[in-house]
């Protein structure tokens, strides 16, 4: 093996168990069965990482291995150590998605500007215009601009406390307000997860949209009861524009500097009143792949799970080995 594509993970262990057992390391045995180099690795020096390699039935470990690409999986914001050591240790190494971008998709505000023109719900980020805002709006979502998993989301109304600032995993985030989406009856907010990916051609693909739904809890987060079913399922029709609007949000950000290198992204897509698609975030290390569909119905979509896994590997492969 002269050079591989980096997963960057933290270590399997201590039961990393075989590669079979997980979707990812199904996806890692087709490529390397296509004599496609994927490591998965936690230590990075001048270039060269250290990881495991699969291989059928066992994780095998290796050492220094001289690194063409970069695949970033890393939990940056819980372990940023370890994350800052591996940044350093694979500069200038293509890097997929790019730093950069990733922060302009953390960063809700900023983001938006460059989704303009695009169905964006209206978005403040100055504390002291919040409640002229929502008087005009009516409803709103308030949201930490940095926020992820939707920590600290609440439903909004004139009247309401609009704090400027509230803590987020211990530390003070600023808030951004954005203007609500009435959901169809009889829901109290459908919202859809959308992951598009790049094709080896460098077109983009929208997988079918997974929607969160809840009938009376407007922040539709499954950690918070909301059914999480395909949107297929629950409206039958409509993923269609729902995907066209994903696909336009990618176009969008693979324009941007550094965008040749964008290979995937969640994008969170509102449903108004008559199913009207309304894009409200974007995922720049979108979890999970196709996960839901597949739990939902594995003879469906396991394989597509497996696919969707390898799908990012199969264009930095196609690029750079």
């Known amino acids: 093996m002269s050079r591989c594509l980096a997963v960057l993970v933290p270590p399997y262990a201590p039961d990393p168990g075989i590669p079979e057992d997980r979707p990812m390391g199904r996806a890692a045995l087709q490529l390397e069965a296509q004599e496609i ?8 020096e001048e270039g060269r990482l250290w990881g495991v390699r699969a291989r059928p039935g066992a994780w095998v470990a290796v050492e220094g291995i001289a690194v063409a690409a970069v695949y970033d999986r890393f939990p940056s914001q819980s372990r940023p150590g370890a994350y800052r050591a591996l940044v350093l240790g694979l500069d200038p190494i293509p890097w997929a998605n ?26 403040e980020g100055d ?29 909004v109304v004139p009247g309401d406390p609009l704090p400027a600032r509230i803590p987020v995993r211990g530390a003070p985030q600023p808030m951004i307000l954005q203007r609500a989406i009435s959901a169809p009856a ?27 739904c809840h009938p009376s809890d407007p922040v539709v987060n499954a950690a918070r009861g909301a059914s999480v079913v395909s949107l297929e399922q629950l409206a039958a029709g409509r993923s269609a524009p729902v995907q066209r609007l994903a696909l336009q949000v990618a176009e969008r950000l693979s324009a941007l500097e550094g965008g040749e290198l964008l290979v995937e992204l969640g994008i969170d897509v509102a449903l108004d009143a008559d199913h009207t698609p309304w894009i409200l975030e974007v995922n720049g290390r979108p979890r999970g792949r196709l996960e839901a569909l597949a739990q939902l119905n594995p003879g469906a979509h ?19 080995l």
């Open 98 to 123: 790019p730093r950069p971008l990733l922060e302009l998709c953390t960063d809700k505000l900023r983001c938006q500007k460059h989704l303009e023109g695009l169905a964006v719900p209206a978005i």
């Open 127 to 155: 504390p002291a215009a919040f409640g002229a805002r929502l008087r005009r709006w009516g409803a709103g979502f308030l949201k930490p601009r940095f926020g992820s998993f939707g920590e600290g989301v609440r439903r």
């Open 302 to 320: 396991g394989a597509a799970h497996v696919e969707a896994c390898a799908r990012p590997l199969r264009f930095l492969a196609a690029r750079f």
């Open 37 to 44: 180099a994927v490591v998965f690795g936690h230590r990075a």
């Open 186 to 212: 009889p829901w109290a907010g459908i919202a859809c997860r959308v992951l598009v990916q790049r094709l080896p051609d460098r077109s983009w693909r929208a997988e079918p949209p997974v929607a969160r």
